[in-house]
Structure formats: C-alpha cells, structure tokens
C-alpha cells in the first residue's frame, strides 16, 4: 500500500510534468495553426517553453511549420513522467513500451485540447456576440486553434440560420477518435 509521501511525491511529479507536457503541446499545435504569436496567452506559452526548445532545436529543426522539437520533448518529458511514477511502484517499463504508452498519452491529450477548445469557443460564442468588449485573447486563440478543424466541417454541413453545428460534429468525431485510441 503506497504510503502519503509516495502519494504526494506522484501527485506533484505528475501534475508539474503534465502541466509542462501541455505547454509543449500547446506550442507545437499553436504553430500549426498559426495562431497569432504577440497573443498573451501564446506569450506566455512561448516563454515558458523556450529554455528548452532553444536548445533541442540544434539537434531537431522544425518541418515547416512543425514544430518537431516540441514534439519530441512533450514526448520524452511524458516518457519520464511515466517511467518515474512506474518506479515509484517498483514497475520497470521497457523502453518501447514507454515510447508506446507515451505516444498514446500525447496523442489523447492532443484530441482532448481540441475537445475543451471547441467547447470553450462554442460557449464564448453565444456570450461575445455583440457584447462589444472588445477581442478577447482566449477567444482569437481558440479560433485559431480550431479554424483547421471547423472550417473543414462547415464546408460539408449545410447552414442551419444562426446555430453552428460543426463544434457538435467536431467533438462528436473527437470522442470517436479518443474511443478508438483508448481500445489500443
């Protein structure tokens, strides 16, 4: 039975881990998206980011707008957050398996960040309409995040007067595809 030291230990390891794991996501999806770089939250993203990726660029230059150092160290920092938590328990995870199960997670948390980020700008949308406040960083960045997936979907379905079912498609195929991944 795990002691309240192990417990707290694996907590703290996890959520900081995890959160820098979300940040290295955030970026890599931000880039492909192309979503505006003087935005605060993608400010404060980039520094939090940049130590790191400064130096692993050297050795992974980014594919266009790909940012495949990111990439690679969200998928080595789950890789030891996963390793770490396994040994604390007296696991040993072989590498390949690591790579797999963490490749997975990242995967998950990609289709999870476009899931809360569809959601959190369908319920911005029914509140800024007209509102008149003036542009909202949060919502210029998910727009920005989501504008590869929406636009796709807008273009099939057909216009329902002034409701937007294409979030309803896109979290819907979303769920498919995470249902699909957790059965791996």
């Keep these: 039975m795990p ?5 707290v230990s694996e907590f703290l390891l996890g959520t900081l881990l995890g959160l820098y794991v979300i940040a290295m996501v955030l970026r890599m999806l931000f880039g492909l998206s192309r979503a505006d770089y003087y935005n605060p939250i993608s ?25 495949s150092s990111a990439l690679l160290l969200a998928l080595a920092l789950k890789m030891l ?5 396994a040994g604390m328990h007296g696991v040993s995870v072989p590498i390949a398996g690591l790579l797999v199960v963490s490749l997975i997670a990242i995967v998950r948390l990609v289709i999870w960040i476009y899931i809360i980020s569809i959601i959190v700008q369908a319920v911005m949308s029914w ?10 960083p949060v ?8 504008y590869p997936i929406l636009t796709p979907i807008r273009r099939v379905l057909p216009q ?4 937007d079912l294409s979030p309803l498609v896109a979290i819907i195929g979303l769920n498919v595809l995470l249902i699909l991944i957790n059965s791996l």
């Design 3 to 7: 002691s309240a030291l192990q417990n």
């Design 43 to 67: 400010q404060f993203i980039v520094t939090i980011t940049n130590p790191p990726l400064l130096l692993m660029r050297r050795l992974v230059p980014s594919i266009g707008r790909f940012d």
């Design 81 to 85: 957050e996963i390793g770490l938590i």
């Design 127 to 136: 509140f800024q309409a007209g509102g008149g406040m003036g542009r909202n």
């Design 139 to 146: 919502a210029d960045l998910v727009f920005s995040l989501n």
């Design 160 to 163: 329902m007067g002034m409701v």
